[in-house]
């Protein structure tokens, strides 16, 4: 999650199931919202307001408007060649551009610009670290560390470093010390979550709450606490979030499967297991997990002629699937 896109802590805020396509077509039309019109008045009310045009810059990269975007931070560094905020931005477009090389150089012009300011060493922390340096991202981390504490992202960062080393122990330090001083600051949380739901531990729950309470219209936050419900005895509620997430996405594949599943394997009932298979099938018809589990719900449901049918159905599908293989000799094929 993290390297997919990096530079979080500061810029980009997307996830991967609601990225934008990007374009660095300065001339393309695109929508705007009301908040880049206001700020467009207020660039051409004072066309030598650098911040201004940051501010539009801001928005635009929000929106994935990645070429107008570029077009205001130039025009920002046109009017201030030294505006720290408008080179920070400049790198994360340049990360989104999938430039490296021009990142790395916006960032060390940021740090001859600002020599104390720890944005742009964590930054080069980040960049290090999605070039397979850790050695010289914790370097940056504990330079920007000497200059103030009071960092959350460097800790973040360091406990996605120790993850990337399978150390879970310090990890869970840092993503803690992260989140004390940050307590509005998402990531973190959502670490300390899934670090918890992998051992099994209920403070899963208490910590997915707490990243819904601060992105509550994060659907993903949501999927990982019923994924955890689902598989450590809470049937019930896992469904019930399920249900929640069916409303505002219908049409969710996974939704409809885990639904399926959930029905299946932990409470046994097979017609609504069956009918949640079905409303997956209608979204994705030659998904093999939900026809596999389909012929499994009718399997437990004593229907060996409909369990044959789908299996049989698999094999047309995916000759030599093993499973259900497997599944029509059970049968006595």
């Known amino acids: 999650m993290f390297v997919a896109c990096a530079f979080v802590l500061i810029g980009c805020t997307e996830s991967d199931s609601t990225k ?31 911040d201004a045009y940051v501010q539009r810059a801001r928005i635009y990269f929000a929106e994935q408007q990645i070429g107008n975007a570029m077009r205001d931070i130039n025009s920002a560094l046109s009017v201030d060649g030294k505006n720290l905020d408008a080179l920070l931005l400049l790198a994360d477009l340049y990360y989104a551009l999938g430039d490296q090389d021009n990142i790395m150089v916006t960032l060390n012009k940021a740090t001859e610009i600002a020599p104390y300011d720890t944005r742009p060493m964590i930054k080069l922390a980040e ?3 999605i070039q397979g340096n850790s050695k010289m991202a914790d370097a940056y981390i504990d330079k920007a560390l000497q200059y103030s504490k009071i960092n959350p992202q460097a800790y973040y960062l360091r406990g996605i470093i120790c993850m990337s080393e399978n150390d879970t122990v310090n990890a ?52 990982e606490k019923a994924l955890y419900l689902q598989d450590n005895g809470y049937p019930m509620e896992a469904l019930a979030i399920y249900d929640n997430l069916d409303s505002i996405m219908p049409g969710n594949f996974d939704v409809a499967f885990n ?32 026809l596999l589990n389909k012929g499994i719900a009718y399997e437990q449901k004593g229907n060996f002629i409909e369990a044959k049918s789908i299996y049989l159905q698999i094999l ?3 000759p030599n699937y093993q499973l259900a293989i497997d599944a029509l000799h059970r049968i006595g094929d």
């Open 127 to 129: 960049l290090s670290f």
């Open 316 to 318: 047309r599908n995916t």
């Open 172 to 223: 869970m330090k840092n993503f803690m010390i992260s989140r004390d001083q940050d307590d509005k600051f998402f990531d973190p949380v959502v670490q300390i979550a899934a670090i918890y739901a992998a051992q099994r531990n209920d403070l899963a729950k208490d910590f997915y709450d707490l990243a819904i309470e601060i992105q509550p219209e994060n659907t993903g936050v949501y999927y």
């Open 20 to 50: 934008k396509e990007k374009t660095n077509d300065v001339q393309a039309v695109e929508q705007v919202s009301d908040d880049v019109l206001k700020s467009q008045d207020m660039v051409i009310t004072d066309s030598l307001d650098a």
């Open 259 to 290: 639904k399926g599943y959930v029905n299946l394997v932990y409470l046994q009932d097979y017609d609504r297991a069956i009918e949640y298979f079905d409303n997956a099938l209608a979204i994705s018809p030659n998904a093999t997990n939900a």
